[in-house]
DNA sequence: CGCCAGGTTGATTTCGCTCAAGCAATGTGG
DNA sequence: CCACATTGCTTGAGCGAAATCAACCTGGCG
């Protein structure tokens, strides 16, 4: 039972340059946006700083707007009523999160905690809304990301279903590797883990106690090694070749 | 290992009535829309009718449009590589299916397939194209449904990761009760499930030996009686007490 | 009639959860 | 600078839940 009370949400507020000049102005869903459109954007937000651990927004809080990360990596998580938390997602800059409230109205349904300091902007609900009604291109890339992380979260679903945890551990460190990890030369890898083993646990549905024999086994077996937050993975394939443990014939 | 062969995908075709006269004209997304462009949707569009178990899309295949269900529930599945088949959604009349496909341009990544008999509009991919661009708020509309499935998805993750096999099952009639159930008087109820019991099972992500034996032992507690499809539940809030078992302190 | 798919039940084993202790790193106040 | 609490992680023992393998039942259908 984890405690449920969070870090006060005090950014650092900046009002420094405008959306023209962020470094995500071609690489988030924004990019649709003509010029003109980037300086509604721009006067329609603005951006803070956040610490590691504090709350970007918080679940059951009223949605302000849609927030889009200039840089660092947050964490989307859900809290079950007995106080425990469920990983969820991994944003990172260039991704817009929250638009779902914005969307139904509704409150949030999840948190979003930094992971190491970043940088977030605010965009109000007026101004998306404005945005939106204006730029018909905008809601439909925010409709194909909605739809991708759909796609993702039913591909997440079935491998709950069918897949052992260890599978489930070996998929996660897959995604990770393509997100955050180095790659050697010779099909070996490296990762610096941006999250707990408790979160990393219930990223696939288990206890950080099962985790944590599940990672001495693996280790046992030659096939990632763990020391605080870096992973070491000797062979890469030997890590895909897990996922599917009872197609041994 | 149940077999990955499908029934052959030969619907009747017919040429009766436009969307306009549809049963569904002012239930579904394609509320938005104006007289004329639904005329433009009734010319773009084919009826087909199913019979219980035909695919009316299949994993892997490329898209062809997106589907309207007229009338009758059609299951969305997964199948994966051992030929496991997990039920991620039921859809009913109304709803529509297969956009994420469009969007994307890639293969279906679920198949879907009839429960009953049913009515399916196909919607050729130019045509729902065309429409989106001609009228936004069917983009727009679109959005608002993917985001709330995709709520939907995260809630069931969250479930998986912290609910017993109990708890979820009584979770998943409590959801059909809404559905197909039918209220008694006195706080009782009673379904008729859409689904075999190997669905069932998928859909709390279980096999079925163990799905069997905790609707015994839910028959035992007298929380809710099985037959065949039918469900009877005496008290629907003694299910709603299910959800949280470990919260006895 | 026999066959088959879908469902139930039983026996056994594996796996993961719970509770509990221990340990290292970090922080804090005297 | 040290005693002490806190946090994150690991490890162990015992237990309960669920997977697996297998037999068996039942109703529908050629």
Redesign the pocket.
Known sequence: M??VTMTPTTPTRETTLGCDACVMRHKSDWQVLSDDEIQMLSRGQSKHCYETGQTVYAMGERSRGVYCICSGAVAIRQFDPEGNSVLLQLAYSGDTLGYESVLTGETHRCSAEALGPATVCLIGTHTVKTLIARNPDLGLQFLRRTAAKLQDAQEKLVQHATL???AKLAHVLLILMDRCGRRGTDGAGSIYLP???????SMI????????????RMENDGLAY?S??SVDIPRIEALLGEIRP?LVG
């Open positions: 984890t405690d052992s945890n260890r999250v707990s083993r408790r979160d990393l646990a549905g288990t206890r950080h106690e099962t985790l944590s024999r599940i990672i001495g763990f605080g937050r009872q």
